[in-house]
């Protein structure tokens, strides 16, 4: 029944149904097993797992969570969802300075905790948002002299993040201290005015010591595009931070998207490069206005874009149903009103290999692209990965490669698995290794030609040896 690595050519590709038939005989064939060893509550868990958010991705190795406003808690629909669908928490509203030190040194902690209490009951992860920003900042703080002021923002992170300490897997430490627009420059809050641009540095340090083992993170929006100047900004400033040895451990992008700002083609690589530095990402805000297949398959391509990139650790939606979205018209979630599931959650669910994908949105390349050669009429590819298949030892891949505006005659385009991975199998494309064995160029196997736009796919299994991370793909080159 369970069928071993393929070295053949063929492609296998069955259809989701063939798919869920395959997890099933899987999950029931090795239940028996276990039931002889009598450990069977283990897999059942798994099964019904990969039915959720949260268990598809844990599937893939990461979190899937939402923001949650306190004010909620007492809805069962809502809670039902939230603890069906999720496995990280992120306080919506209840985290900021406004909430838990509204005057000076009085702090609240009352309504916070009742959301941390919950992650933990339901063994949830949880964010801490935010300890460091200029909005939701009683007005106390902001006459403050730069002296107090320096002395204020420290004691709140230490009293804050010894609350939780221990609880809290990631805190955005400073959120949002970078202008919009082409300026590149900081925001000019009372932080910034009164303490200058260290403050931010020494916001993390502070973090740092307060909470050893929480990860410390940087969080903005409009951030997702790789050519936007406040962007380059923030890399800037994670790159110089990594290279002075400023404690950070991950970037989280808000991702707030709509159709004047959509989710950019280049967002795989935004999130690549980030991590090239050697922080983390996560998604940290996501929410895109829209409805129906068009918003699916943008929620799709977000989803395959963090998949992509082994250091996006995870993603966080804001907000479990549209009824309650800081944005409500704008419909920006995967549940609707009713909490019914919406098209986004097929999407996202399609992209996570979840077992509950739906089948309502088309196509497969949703936005995440592994970089691109040349422009106008030049010859010119673009690749773009996903999962396809998942076994418990190993999972398939497939690389679709595109054509630009002219047509090509030949291609290549790389594909790297880290350590202890190895591919085990290839089909449609003729590989070739590096000297180590993680690192596999792809060319065509026979013909390379692809007419302008159009475009043709390779397969390959990858041996996870318990790295499930997401294999990265190199620039497609085309001739
Ligand atoms: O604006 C969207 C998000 C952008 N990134 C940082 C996030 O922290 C921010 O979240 C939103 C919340 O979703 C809103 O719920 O932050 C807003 C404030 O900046 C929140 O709105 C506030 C309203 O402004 C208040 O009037 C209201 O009392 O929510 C409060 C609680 O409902």
């Known amino acids: ?81 939230l603890n069906r669908e999720f496995d990280s928490i992120t306080a919506e509203n209840a985290m900021k300075w406004d909430a838990l ?32 920003w200029h909005s939701q900042l009683p007005s106390w703080v902001t006459s403050l002299s730069t002296n107090d002021l320096r002395s204020t923002m420290n004691n709140h992170i230490n009293r804050v993040m010894g609350q939780y300490k221990g609880q809290v897997h990631s805190w955005d ?19 910034q005015q009164r303490l200058g641009n260290g403050f931010i540095e020494e916001a993390f340090r502070t973090a740092r010591a307060a909470d050893p083992d929480a990860k410390l993170c940087y969080n903005d929006y409009n951030t997702d ?42 967002y795989h690589t935004t999130l690549q490069n ?80 979840g077992s509950d994908g739906g089948g309502t949105t088309g196509g497969t390349d949703g936005g995440t692209d592994g970089g691109t050669t040349g422009g106008g009429d030049t010859a010119s590819c ?8 998942r076994w418990g030892d190993r999972f398939n891949g497939r690389v679709t490669v595109r054509a630009g505006s002219a047509p090509i005659t030949n291609w290549s385009t790389t594909v790297t698995v880290s350590s202890p991975q190895k591919i085990s199998a290839t089909w449609n494309g003729t590989p070739s290794w590096d000297s180590s064995g993680n690192v596999m160029t792809m060319r065509p196997s026979g013909n390379g030609t692809l007419a302008a736009g159009s475009s043709t796919s390779f397969g390959f299994t990858v041996m996870a040896n318990g790295n499930w991370n997401a294999p990265r793909l190199g620039s497609c080159t085309a001739s």
């Open 1 to 81: 029944m369970i069928d071993t690595p393929r070295t053949s050519h063929e492609p296998r590709t069955p259809g989701r149904r063939g798919r869920s038939a395959l997890r099933n005989a899987l999950v029931v064939g090795a239940t028996l097993a276990l039931a002889a060893a009598g450990t069977v509550t283990a897999l059942t868990g798994t099964a019904s797992a990969a039915s959720t958010l949260a268990g598809a991705a844990a599937e893939q190795g990461r979190y899937f969570g939402t923001a949650i406003a306190a004010g909620r808690m007492g809805e069962s629909d809502y809670m039902s969802v």
């Open 101 to 132: 030190q509204p005057s000076r040194n009085s702090f609240n902690f009352s309504t916070a905790d009742r959301i941390a209490n919950h992650a933990r009951s339901q063994g949830m992860k949880l964010r801490g948002h935010t300890l460091v």
């Open 225 to 266: 595009n790789w050519n936007h100047a406040k962007t380059q900004a923030v890399y800037n400033m994670v790159r110089d931070f990594k290279s002075r040895g400023v404690p950070i451990d991950c970037v989280g992008f808000q991702a707030h998207f709509n159709s004047g700002n959509p989710v950019p083609s280049n």
């Open 274 to 353: 980030f991590a090239d530095l050697g922080v983390d990402v996560q998604i940290t805000e996501l929410d895109i206005a829209g409805s129906g297949s068009s918003q699916a398959e943008q929620f799709k391509g977000v989803t395959q874009a963090c998949l992509a990139v082994s250091r996006c650790t995870g993603i966080t939606v804001w907000g479990v149903t549209d009824k309650y979205s800081w944005r409500s018209s704008d419909t920006p979630l995967l549940f609707d009103g009713n909490y019914n599931k919406k098209p986004a959650y097929q999407g996202v669910m399609e992209a996570l290999g």
């Open 173 to 191: 430490v400073v959120n949002e201290a970078f202008e919009d627009g082409s300026s590149g420059a900081r925001r000019n809050s009372v932080f």
């Open 382 to 389: 673009t690749v773009t990965y996903e999962q396809t298949e």
